[in-house]
């Protein structure tokens, strides 16, 4: 199995789940965030729902233009569908992607304090690990906002039978 082929298998696994976190956020409050210094709901579930528009950006364009991929405020219901959107997208996009050029070419992240070069293949790993890592941050948000956490690599407290 290739790396890319090895990507797009992780992908498809943790497609679902980001779907399910997302659409567990409950949506009433999703200004709420446990600390001053951290991000609300509503930012990390948009980030959820649009960073495969910059998974996709440095696949096509070797670097990423941030401002090109940050929603405006968007309900549950529209984060949802945005993030099956742009899923949906970033498949096509590797499907397009040679092996050599997903492999070998580079790309660039430039952002405020620094710049981010590496292999497309390794960032594009790199976006999806904190990805993940934010989707795990908002799981987190989710039960004390009152809403139901849903399993995400195995059963939940609110999932089980009898939960």
């Given at each position: ?18 779907i399910k976190v ?110 993940i890592h934010h ?29």
């Amino acid at each position: 199995m290739t790396n890319k082929e090895f990507f797009i298998k992780t992908l498809d696994a943790e497609i679902p789940v980001f779907i399910k976190v997302i659409e567990a956020t409950p949506g009433d409050n999703l200004d709420f965030k446990p600390h001053e210094k951290a991000r609300t709901a509503r930012s990390l579930m948009m980030q959820l729902g649009s960073q495969p528009v910059a998974m996709s950006q440095i696949i096509t364009k070797g670097t990423i233009d941030t401002g090109a991929w940050k929603e405006p405020d968007q309900s549950v219901e529209e984060a949802a569908a945005a993030a099956r959107k742009n899923f949906d997208q970033l498949k096509e996009d590797l499907a397009a992607i040679p092996d050599e050029e997903w492999e070998n070419s580079e790309a660039k992240f430039a952002y405020p304090g620094g710049e981010w070069k590496a292999k497309k293949c390794e960032m594009v790993w790199g976006f999806l690990l904190d990805g993940i890592h934010h989707r795990g941050q908002l799981s987190t948000y989710i039960r004390i906002m009152g809403g139901k956490v849903p399993s995400i690599y195995g059963g939940s407290a609110d999932e089980r039978p009898g939960a």
